[in-house]
């Protein structure tokens, strides 16, 4: 079983609506959980980490995490075409300092 | 801040060279990390470093070669060039307090290396 497991893509979503993403993890005593985003040909840049159950929002961009069924997701609200990209999902196990990435999910927002 | 650099952008190897990658971060960020990035998949760690003086391999370390002399540099060794070795390599750096959550990771624009 792999460590850190995202939503097979490609995700495509219309201008204006809801994209979400999903992303389970093995390790029960993960500790910090990331979103990042990485456009075609760039690195990753991080969108949000939230370390608790519940839910995280910044701007259109909600992370939720519910540590015991062992998931986090992203929900980007009123999708635009600059969010096309893919989306990978980082956790922190328990007692590690290292992040485990997942594949990541290409998302395209047509116009 | 620049952030974290890396050099050089693009290289082309022959099977069987060598060569090294640089990596530079000026945000006094204590931990340091080397990832390759296959087409299409996410990311894997080759190694990672706590500190100067102090490396770590990571889950596909073979092949590659690392030392920490300072802070802020971090580079990445490729002995004997196989074609496996052709992806993208990012450099990462974070400030991460030990027994405590892990922080952001910050990384470089990446280096795409191709080993015909």
């Known amino acids: 079983q792999k460590e850190v497991e995202q939503n097979s893509g490609p995700l495509s979503v219309p201008e204006g609506a809801i994209a979400s993403l999903n992303c389970t993890y093995s390790?029960?005593?993960?500790?910090?959980f990331f979103w990042y985003r990485q456009y075609s040909g760039k690195s990753p840049e991080l969108i949000m980490f939230?370390?608790?159950?519940g839910d995280k929002e910044d701007g259109r961009f909600t992370a939720q995490l519910n540590k015991a069924s062992q998931y986090v997701s992203l929900l980007i609200r009123d999708s635009q075409p600059s969010d096309s990209a893919t989306y990978l999902c980082?956790?922190?196990?328990?007692?590690?300092?290292?992040?485990?990435f997942g594949a990541g999910t290409t998302v395209t927002v047509r116009a | 801040n620049a952030g974290v650099t890396q050099t050089p952008k693009f290289r082309i190897l022959k099977i069987g060279q060598s060569m090294t990658l640089q990596c530079t971060q000026d945000?006094?960020?204590?931990?340091m990390y080397w990832y390759r990035q296959d087409p299409g998949m996410g990311l894997k760690l080759i190694y990672y470093?706590?500190?100067?003086?102090?490396?770590d391999k990571g889950e596909v370390p073979n092949g590659y070669n690392v030392s920490r002399s300072t802070t802020e540099d971090f580079p990445l060794r490729l002995e004997l060039a196989a074609p496996s070795q052709t992806s993208v390599y990012f450099c990462?750096?974070?400030?991460?307090?030990?027994?405590?959550?892990?922080?952001?990771?910050?990384f470089g624009p990446g280096t795409r290396l191709t080993v015909l």
């Open positions: 990462a750096s974070s400030y991460t307090v030990s027994g405590g959550y892990t922080d952001t990771q910050y």
């Open positions: 390790d029960r005593g993960s500790q910090s």
């Open positions: 939230i370390y608790s159950n």
């Open positions: 980082a956790v922190n196990p328990w007692a590690d300092y290292k992040l485990s």
């Open positions: 945000m006094n960020h204590n931990y």
């Open positions: 470093s706590v500190g100067a003086g102090i490396t």
